[in-house]
Nanobody, 115 residues
Framework: VQLVESGGGLVQAGGSLRLSCVVS????????MGWYRQAPGKQRELVAF????????KYMDFVKGRFTISRDNAKNTMYLEMNSLEPEDTAVYYC?????????WGQGTQVTVSS
């Protein structure tokens, strides 16, 4: 199973980015899929996740109203649309997938927001 993120980059505060996570090596069916981030010197934290069973979505308070998580089953891809980006959003963003027995991570994509 492989998770590959893309879409990170450098953006000014107030700008937008769209992250993608392409899943290969398995069927696109997990208990949950989500996005985490890790800023320099900080622990990795959950940003948002979506459940596989009913598509329920949960956002952390610090991204509510600004970020949108979604998935395209036909493309085996999960997305994170990020709007109104703030310098505090600067981090490496990781794709995560939780199966019945295993947890999978992507390699991460850097998001840098300049003030």
């Amino acid at each position: 199973v492989q998770l590959v993120e893309s879409g990170g980059g450098l953006v000014q505060a107030g700008g937008s980015l769209r992250l993608s996570c392409v899943v290969s090596g398995t069927t696109f069916s997990f208990n949950t899929m989500g996005w985490y981030r890790q800023a320099p010197g900080k622990q990795r934290e959950l940003v948002a996740f979506i459940t596989g069973r009913d598509g329920s979505i949960k956002y952390m308070d610090f991204v509510k109203g600004r970020f949108t998580i979604s998935r395209d089953n036909a493309k085996n891809t999960m997305y994170l649309e990020m709007n109104s980006l703030e310098p505090e959003d600067t981090a490496v963003y990781y794709c995560n997938a939780v199966g019945f027995l295993d947890v999978y991570w992507g390699q991460g994509t850097q998001v840098t927001v300049s003030s």
